[in-house]
């Protein structure tokens, strides 16, 4: 593909965006599909983009895009109904991901998949996608509370699905590892969080010195590329550190109150310099978003399947919804997650899967070798974006920031 043909095809699918995410309230129809399906087209389909190159750099491109939604959901964040709801977004979260692991590992076996290559898939397949989930959470006109706990479910399944995935193969190859990475989980979430707490509530500071200069959105989003960065080579959460560095950034009063810190100039950084990094960080993303979802398209690999994968992604995903169902309705019963019936079939719906399960399905079995996981997951990729739709018909829908 020439350079120029090139750039007219970005320009193309930044149109698609636009246009998508300006029908979304009428078509409801989620962009996320609208642009897989041109990634499939352009991809797998009409081979216009080199599917190989996109496999080599999906995890760089995947971290990129998932750090971006991950701050400009702390910048969403409101810190006392994150105190108040995070009990429940931790539990859903831990409940849905052992449930929906638990499962896919048992339709592997039940297909005839070896042990390894069963639970791997459980794993995979285990957490919705945050990437999904956390650009859209805002606009389904949700109680502030339950669209707290779904964006908290969002950001936590990842991370559940990364580490769940490291320990399996540090214990299938032999690192003998797996244990001590298990217990040391807790210990790192604890770090990450309180690391970019104490970088978020510093770099205030230093913004209000540097307010003359110009680029200081691009300076916070370069620092959380750092942050990101620096945690992940220490072992710890990437993920969890980047939306507590939004959460920090956007409530630094409220945080300020909690620790009986002096909070002189909070309310007017809130005021100006947060506002501004919130569009910048919007814009952004949504630039950022707009490739990735295209990208996830390109990744799918459905023309691989056969009718045995078919078949097993769609007893998955079948025993997903029930599962998740059963879970939420046990939170409504007990007053943990109170939502109206509509909220309910929304949410109850409310489990895509989207790059990082192709990132890691594609890791799982680099590592491994034997069965390749990647066609049976693009599946329960597009079924479960599919079943969105479903959650959506009839709801009154937000416009986007």
């Given amino acids: 593909m020439t350079v120029h043909a090139f750039l007219a095809l970005l320009g ?5 965006a636009f246009v998508a995410e300006g029908a979304f309230n009428r078509l409801r129809i989620p ?26 750099v999906a995890p760089h491109f995947g971290a990129l895009a998932f750090l971006l939604i991950l701050f400009e959901g702390g910048l969403d964040l409101h810190l006392p109904e994150v105190i108040h709801r995070f009990s429940s977004g931790a539990r859903l979260a831990s409940f849905g991901f052992v449930m929906s692991a638990f499962f896919a590992a048992g ?51 990842d991370v559940f699905g990364v580490l ?34 104490g970088v978020g509530l510093v770099w205030p500071h230093a913004l209000r010195a540097l307010r003359e200069h110009s680029y200081l959105d691009v300076l916070t989003f370069g620092v959380a590329l750092a942050l990101w960065g620096v945690v992940e080579t220490l072992g710890a959460s990437g993920a969890l550190a980047v939306l507590a560095f939004g959460l920090t950034l956007a409530n630094e009063r409220e945080i300020l109150g909690l620790l009986k810190l002096p909070g002189e100039g909070a309310l007017e950084l809130e005021a100006d310099v947060t506002s501004s990094l919130h569009r910048f960080i919007g814009q952004l993303t949504f630039l950022v978003r707009t490739f990735f979802f295209v990208f996830l398209g390109v990744v799918v690999q459905l023309h691989k399947a056969n009718w045995a994968w078919f078949a097993a992604a769609l007893v998955t995903m079948a025993l997903f919804v029930l599962g998740r169902g059963g879970i939420l309705g046990r939170f409504a019963r007990t007053g943990a997650l109170p939502m109206e019936k509509a909220d309910f079939r929304t949410v109850w719906m409310l489990q895509p ?30 079924v479960s974006n599919l079943l969105v739709v479903l959650g959506l018909r009839g709801r009154p829908l937000a416009n986007s920031a």
């Fill in 107 to 157: 339709v592997g076996l039940a297909f005839g998949w070896p042990l390894a290559s069963a639970v791997l898939f459980g794993l995979v397949v285990a957490p919705i996608s945050g990437a999904v989930v956390l650009p859209l959470a805002p606009r389904l006109g949700l109680p502030q509370g339950l669209a707290t706990v779904v964006v908290l479910e969002g950001a936590l399944a």
């Fill in 353 to 382: 899967r989207g790059l990082v399960n192709a990132v890691l399905a594609m890791q799982a079995t680099h590592k491994l070798g034997g069965l390749d996981l990647l066609p049976v997951v693009s599946i329960i990729i597009v």
């Fill in 164 to 197: 769940g995935v490291s320990v399996a193969l540090q214990f299938f190859t032999g690192g003998g590892l797996a244990g001590l990475l298990a217990l040391g989980s807790l210990a790192a979430a604890a770090f990450s969080v309180l690391l970019a707490l």
């Fill in 12 to 16: 193309g699918l930044l149109v698609l």
């Fill in 31 to 56: 962009p996320v599909l609208v642009l897989m399906a041109c990634g499939f087209l352009l991809g797998p389909v009409f081979k216009l983009l080199p599917v190989a190159a996109f496999l080599e």
